[in-house]
Nanobody, 125 residues
């Protein structure tokens, strides 16, 4: 079992930055691919960014955040991060951290095994 706890959400003006953190329990964190998803009111949950297990090579981003968001992981701290820069009002959503029991990242939410409770990000115009 893996438990995920997100933090770092909040209210920010357009153009600002936030860094989300996701702390994971368990001894095998490094073996899990990790993903960030978001869900805005009235919309489906969508993939934001993902990072492979072990060394975290080949991070993958949704087109809507590419060049603005950066995903990274610190296996020593069992934590994955999402650095969000140049935020836009359309980035407003609840952001969820997810873990997949394989090193390979995927954009499909149904293929992730564990989820955090979510953290709200609100970007004002």
């Amino acid at each position: 079992q893996v438990q995920l706890v997100e933090s770092g959400g909040g209210l920010v003006q357009a153009g600002g930055s936030l860094r989300l953190s996701c702390a994971a329990s368990g001894r095998t964190f490094s073996r899990y691919a990790m993903g960030w998803f978001r869900q805005a009111p009235g919309k489906e949950r969508e993939f934001v960014a993902g990072i492979s297990g072990w060394t975290g090579v080949s991070p993958y981003y949704a087109d809507s955040v590419k060049g603005r968001f950066t995903i990274s992981r610190d296996n020593a701290k069992n934590t994955v991060y999402l650095q969000m820069n140049s935020l836009k009002p359309e980035d407003t959503a609840v952001y969820y951290c997810a873990a997949r029991s394989t090193v390979v990242v995927t954009t499909n939410a149904n293929e992730y095994d564990y989820w955090g409770q979510g953290t709200q990000v609100t970007v004002s115009s």
